[in-house]
Structure formats: C-alpha cells, structure tokens
C-alpha cells in the first residue's frame, strides 16, 4: 500500500495539498472546469480553511457558468460526484449520497435545468 504524503513536520497531507520547501508554503491545486485553481498559505491550518471555503463555495454554486446553468440536476449531480465529492470523502459517503439522491431527486425534480429551478 501507498504511504500518505508527509510534510516536512510530518503531517498528512489530503488529496491536492502539497508542500513547496523552496518557498516554505503550503499549496491547494484542484481543476475545475478545465482551470487550475490554486491556493496558497504559510501554514497547513489556515490553507484548509481557505480550501474549506473554495470547495464550500464550489458546493454552494457560485462556480456555475452559464453553461453549467443549463445542465439538468441530474446531469450536474453526476459532474459533482465525479469532480468534487470524491475528493476527502470515504466511499461509504460517496455511496450514501448516490443512494439517497437516486431515491429522494432522481425521479422527482433531477429532470429540471438549475437554471430554472430559482
């Protein structure tokens, strides 16, 4: 089995953070929509609070575009699943959330466009 990556003081890192020794930081990549979005903080505590924000904001919709707007509910479900959930969450999670939704949504209101759901 893989070992985890480590920084210098030998903490875990999550998927996307990385440490930069040259410049002493911390860093947070993750693409979305084809973009490399980037972060940066001098400690490990103040870098997932500003990647808790960005993946909060992304979770929230303030990242949809037009094109994104026109998706249907189903369609977008399946996009977040695929790009955002799957990263720091167990499977257990994941599975749990493709349950409920094809449950409680799918059927019911997965087949509206987002952008006329508001």
């Not at 973009?35 to 103040?46: G, H, M």
């Not at 993946?55 to 929230?60: E, K, P, V």
């Not at 026109?70 to 599975?95: E, I, P, Q, V």
Request: aromatic share 12%.
């Amino acid at each position: 089995m893989a070992e985890k990556r480590k920084d210098s003081r030998g903490r875990n890192l999550k998927t996307g953070e990385y440490y930069d020794s040259q410049n002493k930081r911390y860093m947070f990549r993750k693409m979305i929509d084809g973009e490399r979005i980037t972060i940066t903080a001098s400690d490990l505590v103040e870098l997932r609070k500003q990647e808790n924000d960005l993946l909060c904001r992304i979770d929230r919709g303030n990242k949809l575009n037009t094109r994104n707007a026109r998706m249907t509910l189903n369609a977008y479900f399946d996009f977040w699943m695929d790009t955002f959930a799957k990263s720091g969450r167990k499977a257990t999670t994941c599975t749990n959330y493709k349950s409920y939704y094809n449950t409680y949504i799918k059927n019911t209101i997965g087949k509206k466009q987002i952008a006329k759901m508001r």
